[in-house]
């Protein structure tokens, strides 16, 4: 049996996830999944990235989204906005309330973020190992202006660049502000002290391939990496690491990620992506054809590289897309 480990975000993970498993079915698949973009509201723990991989391999995403259930209500974010409860730009429905309930009732009582998970996959069968990255508490920040310093206080920065911007949680920046102002810096809070989650590393080393999905590289895959002990046991596996490049043409294909890729340095191109995962991580590298001219550089880095077409328009699109990377898998072995 065919042994698949995979790095996900939230939305573009879990689609090329549904490739895959079609295009494998037999395969044994585990996720690690994100869990920097997790947050706090009203009292619950809450894990975008790690809900929207069990809703969508499991049935009940909201497809037009790509997030949250389908035929959701929102009786109870309406109740808490008659209180005056916020905040009001964080989307939970009534049906998405239940899982974040359940899981905060669990860590309550002492179970772990994976045995949490675990626990709730076993309702929605997603078909594949879900596995937090960590279970230690990680949230991604990112630094911001900050609207209400001035001018004077962005002008007078005592020397460190960061009078006068403020961090805010990704979500906030993502979510309510939907990166409408430049990111400065992204930081993964907690990450250099957080540990792998039970079975991430003994995934990792029992690997026939491992794959990075076009998923955010700077905070979602770059946020798994970035959990010691997860990118080492990677380099070190000595199987194929093959990503595909969530860049098209110059530009996301979905979301802004353009704008974290910035605030860490990196031009938004599917070369400038693949050198900033580095040829000591990646093997393999899969652009989209209309950037097949940049084969070339990437492959001069020492990343083998394809340009096959990358949209992930249906299930079929998408599985064929996994297969073409297991491909470059198979290339890079022999």
């Not at 920097?36 to 894990?47: A, E, N, S, T």
């Not at 110059?250 to 990620?257: F, K």
């Not at 992930?312 to 022999?334: F, H, I, P, S």
Request: glycine fraction near 12%; hydrophobic fraction near 45%; proline fraction near 5%.
């Amino acid at each position: 049996m065919q042994r698949i480990v995979v790095l996900a975000g939230g939305i573009g993970g879990a689609r090329f996830l549904r490739g895959l498993r079609s295009a494998v079915p037999d395969a044994e698949i585990t996720v690690v999944g994100n869990t920097g973009d997790d947050i706090h509201l009203f009292g619950l723990k809450v894990c975008p990235d790690l809900d929207t991989v069990m809703y969508t391999l499991g049935g009940g995403i909201h497809e037009e989204q790509g997030w949250g259930r389908a035929d959701e209500t929102f009786a109870v974010k309406e109740e808490l906005a008659a209180y005056g409860v916020g905040p009001e730009w964080f989307g939970l429905g009534d049906r998405d309330f239940a899982t974040h309930i359940v899981r905060t009732q669990m860590i309550s009582a002492g179970y772990p973020l994976s045995a949490v998970t675990e626990a709730l996959c076993a309702r929605w069968q997603p078909g594949v190992r879900l596995l937090p990255m960590t279970d230690d508490r990680v949230e991604t920040h990112v630094l911001i202006d900050d609207p209400d310093a001035g001018d004077a206080g962005r002008d007078e920065d005592g020397g460190d660049g960061t009078a006068g911007r403020k961090a805010v949680h990704f979500q906030e920046y993502w979510v309510r502000l939907r990166a409408s102002v430049d990111a400065h810096a992204v930081v993964p809070v907690g990450a250099d002290a957080a540990k792998p989650a039970p079975g991430v590393l003994e995934a990792v080393a029992a690997a026939d391939t491992i794959l990075f999905p076009p998923s955010n590289p700077v905070v979602s895959v770059g946020t798994i990496l970035a959990v010691p002990g997860i990118r080492e046991a990677i380099a070190d596996a000595g199987v194929p690491v093959v990503g595909l490049s969530p860049i098209v043409g110059n530009a996301p294909v979905r979301g802004m990620a353009d704008k974290v890729l910035a605030a860490v340095g990196v031009e938004t191109t599917a070369a400038a992506v693949a050198a900033h995962y580095g040829s000591g991580l990646l093997d393999g590298w899969l652009v989209d054809t209309a950037d097949a001219d940049t084969v070339g550089a990437v492959e001069d880095a020492g990343i083998r590289c394809r340009a096959v077409p990358l949209l992930m328009r249906d299930e079929e699109t998408t599985a064929e897309m996994a297969r073409q990377a297991l491909a470059l898998a198979e290339e890079v072995r022999a």
